[in-house]
């Protein structure tokens, strides 16, 4: 799969003749200096597997050193060079609906060409589509047959982008750019249809605030960092996100409004933007109630502790109340337990289950 950027990029390349500056292509392509680096960097891995190399001159910049026979193959390869065509149905159907969520106006030519697939097979994925988006009270244009666009509510449209980056195998991927796994940035798109590589969300998130903490679990942390995803995604469309004046005076008296303040001004700064106001309260409604989730469970758990410790002081002859490093231990314990429980997480001891259904084992 290669991302679609850097088809531009190696484009561009094949058709100059003389050097080209790395302002000149990230002003094309219309991204950061330091992107366009990267880019490069994963474009001569690419190019090595076909003998071919990029001069980087300083001074003068880069050039692609081919012969024009070579220029006319990589032309033809690069034409061919779609995503991947082994997309099972469903994942082909949520991508082209990311496509159509994230971009502007896409024909079915564009489309076929995008996936690989036949104009038949865009057909068939649409109507399928289609479904998905009434769920959302999103409706599907089609402009003389060709050209498709969506129209709805913002908040419909980016709750559909979150819904569709929101699963597991993205979750996964995101899991692994948080932890800082090594491996985990692989030049990849997060997810078909989607225009970010792992690689540039690892950066951004290396952009951001330093409020991982605040959240009581990676699952949530990785669901805001989708959601500002969702919020850049938009931003083509000069989208508008409807808040009321009576709603937007409650939330300047709420915390968080700060932070995403911080994060708006990153995200202006990286796509060399400005953003609607309203997107700093949009950002906060999300940090309000994934960050509130963790002080209502410690607030639960504090009371409960409380409460045994009292009851276990009159039970036993003991001063338990006194004894600060228990109740410290408790909380410690009683904490993480009461998040696992909230979210249904599942923490199951898998021995047994080997012993039963493997007869030779080594004494488990």
């Known amino acids: 799969m290669m991302h679609q950027r850097r088809k531009q990029l190696l484009n561009i390349l094949c058709d100059q003749n003389n050097y080209i500056s790395s302002n000149q292509l990230a002003?094309?392509?219309?991204?950061?200096?330091?992107?366009?680096?990267?880019d490069l960097d994963l474009v001569e891995h690419f190019l090595a597997q076909y003998d071919l190399t990029l001069e980087r001159k300083t001074g003068y910049g880069i050039l692609l050193n081919c012969s024009e026979k070579q220029r006319y193959q990589l032309k033809i390869l690069?034409?061919?060079?779609?995503?991947?065509?082994d997309l099972t149905p469903k994942i082909r159907q949520d991508a082209i609906a990311l496509t159509l969520?994230?971009?502007?106006?896409y024909t079915m030519d564009a489309l076929?060409?995008?996936?690989?697939?036949?104009?038949?097979?865009?057909?068939?994925?649409?109507?399928?589509?289609?479904?998905?988006?009434?769920?959302?009270?999103?409706?599907?244009?089609?402009?003389?047959?060709?050209?498709?666009?969506?129209?709805?509510?913002?908040?419909?449209?980016?709750?559909a982008i979150f819904d569709l980056l929101a699963k597991e195998r993205t979750l996964h991927l995101l899991f692994k750019i948080i932890k800082k796994e090594k491996g985990a940035c692989t030049g990849d798109l997060l997810h078909p249809g989607f225009d970010m590589t792992d690689d540039e969300i690892a950066d951004l998130i290396e952009q951001l605030p330093d409020f991982s903490v605040m959240f009581d679990s990676?699952?949530?942390?990785?669901?805001?960092?989708?959601?500002?995803?969702?919020?850049?995604?938009?931003?083509?469309?000069?989208?508008?996100?409807?808040?009321?004046?009576?709603?937007?005076?409650?939330?300047?008296?709420?915390?968080?409004?700060?932070?995403?303040?911080?994060?708006?001004?990153?995200?202006?700064?990286?796509?060399?933007?400005?953003?609607?106001?309203?997107?700093?309260?949009?950002?906060?409604?999300?940090?309000?109630?994934?960050?509130?989730?963790?002080?209502?469970?410690?607030?639960?758990?504090?009371?409960?502790?409380?409460?045994?410790?009292v009851t276990w002081t009159e039970l036993l002859p003991h001063a338990f109340?006194?004894?600060?490093?228990?109740?410290?231990?408790?909380?410690?314990?009683?904490?993480?337990?009461?998040?696992?429980?909230?979210?249904?997480i599942i923490i199951q001891n898998p021995l047994p289950d080997i012993e039963n259904n493997i007869k030779i084992h080594f004494g488990l």
């Open 27 to 38: 002003k094309q392509l219309n991204v950061s200096n330091k992107t366009i680096r990267n």
């Open 78 to 85: 690069l034409e061919s060079y779609n995503q991947d065509p």
């Open 101 to 105: 969520l994230t971009e502007i106006d």
């Open 112 to 159: 076929s060409d995008l996936f690989y697939i036949s104009k038949s097979s865009v057909y068939s994925d649409i109507k399928s589509i289609e479904k998905l988006f009434l769920f959302y009270n999103i409706t599907l244009h089609r402009y003389e047959d060709k050209t498709f666009y969506l129209t709805g509510k913002e908040r419909s449209l980016r709750n």
């Open 218 to 309: 990676i699952n949530n942390y990785a669901h805001f960092i989708i959601r500002i995803l969702v919020t850049m995604s938009r931003q083509n469309f000069d989208p508008t996100v409807e808040i009321s004046e009576t709603f937007k005076l409650a939330l300047q008296k709420k915390p968080y409004l700060d932070i995403a303040r911080q994060i708006i001004a990153i995200l202006e700064k990286i796509q060399k933007r400005r953003y609607h106001e309203h997107e700093c309260f949009y950002l906060q409604v999300y940090l309000l109630a994934y960050l509130n989730t963790k002080e209502d469970n410690d607030y639960q758990v504090e009371q409960f502790v409380d409460k045994l410790i």
């Open 321 to 344: 109340v006194a004894d600060g490093q228990l109740i410290q231990n408790l909380l410690n314990h009683l904490k993480p337990t009461a998040i696992r429980l909230a979210h249904d």
